[in-house]
């Protein structure tokens, strides 16, 4: 498969170039640089010299990369297993879903026009094992291999096809061996003491003698639904109608297995190859088609950038990225359960418009320092452990800032509260007070070196209550007391 | 003759049975202190939207406090549910827009336990917009499992005029969740709240050795459904029995008075130049 080949100017040579060990040679070139001569690897001044007039591009391994990848994701239509194999190539585990496309030969005509209709040029093998059918795609010629016939077609390939290191390449070439049908027909260990047992598990798996499965680039969802229009769908409302259609599918998937799903993810294919993908959590597990179908509204409603349709979607999918046992709902007699359901059924709705981390719950710590005693974490998220709380704390302010605020506060004695302070302008008469609470840093704790506070629970004359504190001990400090206000109390 | 006698009999019956139907006793709540539920009388009702005004920013926490203690009682379970009650409060959703946690502060979660609320039992929505809070909101009024909700937009937005409080208004009455609305506004906007407090802080009844003590407000309902407008109450909340209760100017009287203390209007109008040593206790 060659890179996207859209040169301006069809008659022009196109070549792109990359510094290599600060010469510019030719990393790719089109088909009409090809055919005049040139070759990858050549120094540009050399291309230059035979072909004045050259197309000239810089080489971006990232933008192919990303080629790549899209050109998977689009592969993703035909089979959830799919890898990259090197820069330029991509393996697809098409066992078991070849008869949905009628048959090899037809699936591998498909692919190759579907992929054609974007301007690429492709080799595609079909084969018993990813290897062989990877050696026989870039060095020998496209086409089906028959059933158990793998030994044969690729004995004629070079070793290069291999995919081995550069010396292995070299020194068997020396040796005299060219082909894979040279090496399959000597024995193996004298082979493996030379170049070592790499070598003669590829060669296993190239012939065809010993398979095994491909990596895929995506988690394998638990399962999944799908539909393929014939004539491409555009509308938002068919397409979240095929969505409801999809997750109605599902749901009946997921009661026969008896589990929930905590993942969705729905895949929209366009036909001009670009996928794009919606991804929705749930704080439970869930199957409930309603909610499921209102969750994808919510998340669909609020996309930053809308889903573009360009010339329509011809594959919608729907996979359970992440599925949990599910027993059908019991409901107590005091309707708990469902109180419950309807909460985390809100929670799930929020998050997914405004986002996981803006719904949040408490999540108590065990700490006496007010600024880590607890946290927000979101409330999609399983619930925490309970952590133990103290039993009757002292009053803590119903606001905090974060950072506190400095004040101008006079005190009467040293380390005493204060008597007025200044807030934001406006000067406060203390009229009741409470303290000092002495809260240390944590010595266990990196940050332990922040200064000791005193705290104080002061009143003023016109019912405002704050937490203010002082930093430092009275007589450690150097220079005038500072004073913050931390918190608010109601 | 005979025939009218009946139906009209027939009627007076179905309207009994349809008041038995709605839920009348449950769906009011109280505040606990005999002054206001005297005048009240059940007309606190669930299910509706309730507006709690702060006069300026220095009495949102005020504000915010009395909100909570309101939906605290409103989120709790009422009678008629079955006696049995272990179950925990009704959870309560606050929505908050992300400008106020830099104004005005965050929420602390001590300081929620401080007012009788379990922190687990409250969902924290943090909104970028008053669009978004609002919409927010709105969503969250509709889940009838939820005790209570509370907004909080930064300011008086534009977003939230007649229309959009008549629609939360309506989603309450729907699915019986009781809102309540803070803002902070000189002049209250229009809306269809069915009450509209204001609430500014006053003193506390001190504690031992001079510490401030529970919150204490000063409300005035301003506006009310049944026509109770302009009534105002000094209350202060107890957070052990979730309830408010009167502070009356006898349990003012009986508090110490710290010798050589001015009283409280002096200390006003004197400020800063009174000079006088009041003798201070340390709290234990």
Known sequence: MSGPSSAPDESVPLVFVERVKGALRLSAISAQARAVGLAPGLTLADARARIPALAVADHDPRADAGFLERIADDCDRWTPL??????????????????????????????????????????????????????????GKGGVVPVGREAECVAPLPIAALDLPEESVTGLTRAGLRTIGDLAARPGTPL??????????????????????????????????????????????????????????????????????????????????????????????????????????????????????????????????????????????????????????????????????????????????????????????????????????????????????????????????????????????????????????????????????????????????????????????????????????? | MRAAHDVSALRQMLAGLEAERLPSASSAFSLGAAGPDGVLAETLARGALHEIYAAEGADMPAASGFSLALALRAAQRSGEEPPQSKLPMRPIVWVRQDFIDSEAGRLDAHGLRGLGLDPARLILVRARDPEQALRAAGDAVRCAALGAVLLEPWGEPKALDLTATRRLALRAGASGVTFFLLRMAESPSASVAVTRWLVRPILSTPLAADAPGAPAFAVTLLRHRGGLNGHAWNLEWDHESCSFRDITPLSRAVVPVPAGRPARQDAATQGEGTGDVRPFQRAG
């Open chain 1, 192 to 490: 493996a003491a030379r170049f070592g047992e790499v070598l003669l598990t590829r060669l296993r798996r190239t012939l065809g003698h010993e398979d095994v499965r491909i990596t895929p680039r995506r988690p394998l969802p638990a399962c999944i639904a799908e539909r393929r229009f014939a004539e491409p769908i555009g509308r938002a409302e068919d397409v979240e109608g095929a969505l409801g259609m999809l997750i109605d599918d599902l749901a009946l998937m997921l009661e026969a297995r008896g589990e929930g799903g905590r993942a969705f993810e729905a895949s929209f294919f366009r036909a001009d190859g670009t996928v794009r993908r919606i991804a929705v959590e749930t704080a439970r597990p869930s199957r409930d088609p309603a909610s499921l179908g209102r969750l994808f509204h919510e998340k669909l409603d609020a996309l930053a950038d809308p889903l573009d349709p360009g010339f329509g979607f011809d594959l919608v999918r729907l996979a359970v990225l992440r599925a949990e046992a599910l027993a059908p709902a019991q409901v107590s007699l005091d309707g708990r359960a469902i109180e419950e359901e309807e909460v985390s059924a809100l929670v799930d709705r929020l998050a997914a418009r405004l986002g996981r981390d803006r719904v949040l719950r408490f999540m108590m710590r065990d700490t006496h320092d007010p600024a880590r005693a607890a946290s927000l974490v979101p409330a999609a998220d399983p619930p925490p452990p309970a952590c133990p709380m103290p039993e009757d704390g002292l009053a803590r302010p119903l606001m905090m800032f974060d950072p506190p605020q400095p004040i101008e506060a006079l005190a009467e004695v040293p380390d005493g509260p204060p008597l007025r302070f200044r807030w934001r302008r406006v000067l406060h008469e203390v009229v009741h007070a409470e303290g000092p609470e002495r809260i240390a840093a944590e010595w266990w704790r990196r940050e332990h070196d922040t200064p000791t506070r005193d705290y104080y629970r002061v009143e003023n004359s016109q019912g405002r209550r704050f937490w203010l504190f002082r930093v430092g001990l009275y007589d450690r400090e150097p220079g005038p007391p500072r004073w913050f206000v931390h918190g608010l109390f109601p």
């Open chain 1, 82 to 139: 799919v890898a990259l194999d090197g820069v330029d190539g991509l393996v697809l585990d098409i066992t078991g879903c070849t008869h949905l496309f009628g048959g090899e030969a037809t699936m591998r005509r498909h692919v190759m026009e579907h992929l054609q209709r974007h301007g690429l040029t492709l080799h595609a093998v079909v084969a018993g094992t990813p290897e062989a059918a990877r050696a026989l795609a870039r060095c």
